[in-house]
């Protein structure tokens, strides 16, 4: 079964662009969640899309946000990017949402901001 | 939602048993914990998850006191290639955990 994937891999923005990520869960998992790692914050949840809806929501400014497509496949996308949106970018996908379902991430997007 | 703490970072050699401890408190009747493990430029990979007394698989052991404020991941006979970051998440079914903490990193030696 595939894994977790994730496009692009690298990118890099300008300040005060918008960006858009892509995320394709594993072939049967209906919910999908989005993370952010930085050195400093560690890996902090951004929100999490289950049946096209969003479930739950991390502590982010409205610029960044989501979506999911009936397939499941699920996109993020953040508007007016400032330098410190730079981060590796994470999706995962699990069965159902909810902490008890154990969670598969994919390799990540690293996003560069400058 | 429960915060977790677990140590920054961790020392140990090849063969060893190695036991991360998690203290969360705050948990509540309905969540479970969660542990995962991280290798650099990877993606965090799910290692065990368990609600009370003890679970075990092929990889490692899950020691929950039954009080449930804290608990203990036991990785035996580690080897170098069990070097990584370490994660304790507390949720229940309804909630996605908001954040993995700090982790706690884990440096196996030869």
């Known amino acids: 079964k595939a894994g977790v994937t994730q496009t692009p891999r690298y990118l890099i923005k300008t300040r005060g662009q918008q960006v858009t990520l892509s995320c394709s869960p594993i072939?049967?998992?209906?919910?999908v969640s989005w993370y952010q790692q930085t050195p400093g914050q560690g890996l902090q949840f951004l929100f999490e899309y289950f049946s096209e809806t969003q479930r739950n929501k991390g502590n982010f400014p409205g610029r960044f946000s989501g979506r999911q497509f009936s397939n499941s496949r699920s996109e993020m996308n953040v508007s007016t990017l400032e330098l410190g949106d730079s981060a590796l970018y994470l999706c995962?996908?699990?069965?159902?949402?909810?902490?008890?379902?154990?969670?598969?991430f994919g390799p990540g997007t690293r996003l560069t901001v400058t | 939602l429960a915060k977790t703490t677990q140590p920054i970072s961790m020392d140990s050699y090849e063969g060893q048993e190695v036991n991360i401890t998690c203290s969360h408190n705050n948990i509540a009747t309905n969540d479970y914990i969660t542990w995962y493990q991280q290798f650099p430029s990877q993606g965090p990979r799910f290692i065990i998850q368990g609600y009370k007394t003890k679970v075990t698989n092929e990889v490692a052991s899950l020691f929950i006191p039954a009080d449930r404020k804290s608990s203990t991941l036991s990785l035996p006979r580690v080897s170098l290639s069990d070097t990584a970051v370490y994660y304790c998440l507390v949720g229940d079914t309804g909630r996605r955990a908001l954040t993995f903490g700090s982790g706690t990193r884990l440096q196996v030696q030869p």
């Open positions: 072939s049967g998992h209906r919910s």
């Open positions: 995962a996908s699990s069965l159902e949402p909810g902490t008890v379902y154990e969670q598969y």
